[in-house]
Structure formats: C-alpha cells, structure tokens
C-alpha cells in the first residue's frame, strides 16, 4: 500500500496591597508611566483609614502642598483609598504628590494604580498577522491565550512525512530524526534507511508514478507541517509555532512516489520509542506523532498494531483525515483507533471543500482554502485564506528557504498535533486518551457548517489548556483486543479501572468500536463492577454496518474501580464482526 501527503495547492508569496509599614519599600519606586489615580494605605490609628471624610480632606491638603490635584475617589475593598489626579499626569508630577503622602507618619504607603496588561503579546514574527489560523476569533483556533500557561517545552513532536529541508525559522527547534525509506530509489538518497532525514525532493515526471500519473514538483511537506506545529517564535522572522517550545523530529517515509506501509509503521514505532531491527534505538522519543499522510482502504492490522503500541508507549497519534471530500472510514490511517482524526476547516469556519468527514473524525482544525471549490482546479485563488509556514523554492532539489501557504487536512492536523505538545508540557501525567479527550471535550462549534461530521467542532487551544490546567484530567481506559462476534453468541470485552477515587461519574463517557455488517442484531450493554447492566444499543438500526459511537452513562452509583465489561450478543445468524475496541473515560 503507497500512501501520499494530504496537503492542496501551494502559492508564493493587580497587586494586592497590605496595611503594614513592611509595603513602604514598594512606595518608594516613581513612577514611570503617565498616572491617573494613587492607591494610599493609611496606618490603622489614622482617623483617615476608616472616615472617608477625613481621607478626602487629607488628599485634598496633600494635593495642593504639592501644586496639584488630588481628590479621594473611593475606599478599596483592602481598606485603602483610591484618589483620583483629575486625570492623566506625568510621572513626575504624580511623583510629587507621592512625596507629600509619603512624608506623613500616618500613610503605610502610596502607590501609582498601575495598569496590567494580557502576558499573551503578539509574537514579533514579520509573517505573523497572515496567520489567521491561530488567532482570528471566526475560525482560528485561539493559540495565542494558551502561551501564557504552556508553549510546548520539554515534548518532541515526530513529523512522519517527507523529512527535513534546512530552514532557519527551524533549525533550533530539529533533533535527530531518520530516514525509514528502504528503497534507494525512492529516497534519492542512494543508500535507503540511514540516519539523515533530509528531505531530497519527492518530484516525479509524468508517469513515473503509475499510468496516467501527473508530473509534480517536491512538494517540502515536512518542512511546511513542522513550522505549524514547532517554527522558531518571537524570533523577528517569518512565523510562529502552535508549540514553539517544542522539538521537531524529522521521520522520513515519503519519498518520491509517496511511502510504503512497511516503511510507516516502522517509523511509528521507532519514533515512539518502540524498537526496530537494524535501526538504532530513538534518544528522543516523541511524545507526539504527527501523521499528514493516507492512502485509500480501511485501517489495516498493520498500521493498527503500529499505532496500538505506541499509544501504549504514551506517544500521542495525530492523523489527517483525507483531502477527498468523501467518509473518512475509507482512508488509512484516519480510520484507525487510537488516533485523533483531524478534518480541515476554512477561514470561514466551514468545512473546506475537499476535507474528508464523517463519524470517525475526532475534530476540525484549520486545514485552508487556496481556492475556493467553485474556482478551477489546480488555480491559486485565495493565498491569504491557506496556511502560511514554512518552506523552501526548489522545484526538484532544494533551493532557497521562504514561506509559502499550503491547504490540506495536512494543515489540520498539526494544528491538532501542536496543541497536544502544549498539552503534555502543561501536565506531563496526562496520557494519550486523556489529551484526546480533552482536545475533542473544549472544541468549540465551528461558525459555519460541516456536512458530513467535522467530530466535536474546531479545536480550541486556550480552552483545552486551560481545562487540563486548572482541574484534575479525566482517566481514561481502553481495551483495544479484538474479540470475535460470532452467530448467536455472547461475547464480553474487559477494562479493569483503577486508580480512580469514588464513585463513576454522571456522565461516563463509554467509547464503542464494533466491526459488524448487521447492527440490528446487535444487543450491547455496559456491565458495571457489581454486575449492574447499562444497556447501550438495542438491535437498532438494521441492516447498517458497524458501531462507532461514544454513550454518555450515568454510572454515579457504581464504584469506579474494579472490572467493567462490554458485553454484546449477536440474536441472528448470517453475520458476524468483533469488538474492535471500547474505552470508559471518568
């Protein structure tokens, strides 16, 4: 199976003050900005620190000692007074009026009422304001208010894709990665896997792809989805990263004609930490993996054991979801588990024309348009409405470094990966199912539309950071064993939770992934601990294949830990499927 990159058309381009002598340091800073009102403490045994008459005539008096206006506004909830300059004043004079306050053994401390101001500035990046895809409030996915809590540090993000051409709005962020194409041919490179992950150009002629194929120019894949998820920030130059702090790891397996499922699983597994023969061990495993690539066909048991194992390793998979405007069940290795399955969305907050959707997608994030659906295939219509990052000007081998905008699910994706970098740096317990869960449960609503199923809506980065930062994670559990649904039979599937305090949750959120070519004859229920049935899907929906759904149970009365069953009963004969795989999130 040959898979190829998911990527379109590309173009050029306050304090809190306290009442004690101990705060009189503090007063003695002037000012160094224009001043509008001073914040003045006075000493307990001072008639000014509980009669507002009192205070006023006291700043009243100061106020003209020093030449200028002063008049008590209102008494603070600390107990101190605020009073008013009658408006904006230099430093300096405000200054003057400090010194009177300050000169009086009844005054604690004075202090200029200072502005704050958002920690989260505008990255200094000269191609920042063309990023609409992290801050535009329709349909960015709101990066910036996440950099005050978390920007990735500490997590190295794999780049599975077509590896790494030199740029300098990358290179601080690079480790080592490696090159998994085995054929020589299609690396370029003359010698297939070696430890150099450079990008050499993955351009073919017409033809040389298969009949019929087309011509194509190297396309820089990696490089460009790389600068979504890691480019160099506040650095004066081209772009900002979704997870700045973070480490790129290049992981070569498309070369020219795409890449071999062969060569992709076993980059999944090196890049998780996993071992593969002949390839030395990965210093730097990757806590996320980013996959902007996919071929036709359902998941295969080879792309599913690959990604199963590194989920099991703690590494985070990230998939595009395809660029054919068709059921996203159909690609590999968007229909999957064990991944979070990105659709791409437009400026607009719509669907993009050519993302795939559909009941398996997790969420949207935005993917670009660089054109819209009704121009002309194969046109570059509207540049500033794709996503803009990194890249290099060679049509075959490399050539100069700039910046271009690509459109694609390949965009999505690491948009998806980035803010699970910035997950994992914010709170490093957080497993894979609990980085996707928190992902898909702060979604917000897309503002235009998506038929098909876009998952949850666009993912939302402040909100997503925020929820694992400021509450305990939800746990979460899987059983990813197949278990064989026969005629006629009864089969169960089993999660032993533990570790988790009290009771189940009102809302536990159970994840079912039935394989079945006849639903109808379908009975599955939740089996709590004591034995406790929670009936979940009862012989509906006829003759329809498959269950891929996640049922919200309330299971407050049950205790949490002990071993819950998925048990499903097959009342007909005739067809026949598994358990794929089940999850219970707390």
Not at 13 to 32: D, M, N, Q, W
Not at 217 to 225: D, F, I, L, Y
Not at 333 to 347: E, K
Request: hydrophobic letters at 40%; proline letters at 5%.
């Amino acid at each position: 199976m040959s898979v190829t990159l998911l990527a379109g058309s590309a173009t050029a381009s306050v304090a809190l003050a306290t009442e004690t002598p101990a705060a009189a340091p503090a007063a003695t800073v002037a000012p160094t900005a224009p001043v509008e009102n001073l914040i003045v403490g006075y000493k307990s045994s001072a008639s000014e620190a509980s009669s507002n008459s009192a205070a006023a005539d006291d700043a009243s008096a100061k106020g003209k000692k020093a030449g200028k206006k002063a008049k008590f506004d209102r008494r603070l909830g600390t107990g101190a007074a605020l009073v008013s300059l009658g408006g904006t004043v230099a430093p300096a004079d405000a200054a003057d009026v400090m010194a009177q306050f300050r000169a009086d053994p009844d005054v604690a401390y004075v202090e200029p009422d200072s502005r704050a101001y958002p920690t989260a500035v505008t990255p200094n990046d000269t191609e920042y304001a063309k990023q609409w895809d992290l801050f535009e409030p329709t349909a960015g996915m709101n990066v910036p208010a996440a950099w005050d809590k978390t920007t990735g540090s500490g997590v190295t993000v794999a780049v599975i894709d077509t590896g790494y051409v030199a740029h300098s709005d990358l290179a601080a962020n690079i480790v080592a990665g490696y090159d998994f194409i085995a054929s020589s041919t299609a690396a370029r490179d003359g010698n297939g896997r070696d430890n150099n992950p450079a990008d050499q150009g993955d351009w073919s002629a017409a033809g040389e792809c298969g009949t019929g194929s087309t011509a194509s120019n190297s396309s820089w894949h990696g490089t460009h989805v790389a600068g979504t998820i890691a480019a160099a920030t506040n650095n004066a130059k081209g772009v900002a990263g979704i997870a700045y702090g973070a480490k790129i790891q290049p992981v070569r397996v498309l070369g020219k004609c795409g890449g071999a499922t062969s060569d992709i699983v076993d980059a999944i597994t090196w890049a998780s930490g996993g071992t593969v023969s002949g390839v030395p061990a990965n210093a730097t495993p990757a806590k996320v993996i980013n996959m902007s690539l996919g071929g036709a066909g359902a998941c295969t048991a080879t792309y599913q054991n690959a990604i199963n194992a590194a989920v099991a390793r703690g590494t985070t998979v990230v998939v595009a979801a395809g660029n054919s405007n068709s059921d996203a069940a159909g690609f590999s290795p968007a229909s999957c588990n064990n991944v979070i399955n990105v659709a791409a969305s437009n400026r607009a907050g719509d669907r993009s024309y050519y993302s795939n959707y559909g009941s398996i997608i997790d969420v949207a994030a935005p993917g670009g348009e660089t054109r819209r659906a009704t121009d002309t295939p194969g046109t570059v219509t509207t540049p500033e409405n794709a996503i803009l990052s990194t890249l290099n000007a060679g049509t075959t081998t490399p050539g100069a470094e700039l910046y271009k905008p690509y459109q694609g699910t390949s965009m999505a994706a690491p948009h998806v990966a980035g803010l699970a970098a910035l997950l994992k740096s914010a709170n490093s317990a957080l497993t894979p199912a609990q980085i996707e869960s928190a992902i898909k449960g702060n979604a917000r609503p897309l503002a235009g539309t998506c038929t098909g199923g876009c998952g949850t809506g666009l993912a939302d980065a402040a909100a997503t950071v925020a929820a694992v930062t400021s509450t305990p994670p939800t746990a979460g559990f899987e059983n990813t064993t197949d278990f064989a649904i026969g005629d006629n039979t009864t089969v169960e599937s089993p999660i032993t939770v533990s570790g988790v305090t009290g009771n189940a949750p009102a809302t536990l959120k159970v994840g079912v992934n039935i394989v079945h070519t006849y639903v109808g004859d379908l009975k599955v229920d939740l089996i709590a601990p004591d034995g406790t049935v929670y009936t979940l899907h009862n012989r509906a929906g006829g003759s329809a294949d498959n269950i891929n759904q996640v049922y919200t149970v309330d299971a407050s009365t049950e205790v949490a830990n002990g071993t819950w069953k998925l048990r499903v009963n097959d009342n007909a004969g005739g067809d026949t499927g598994k358990i794929d795989s089940w999850n219970l999130t707390f």
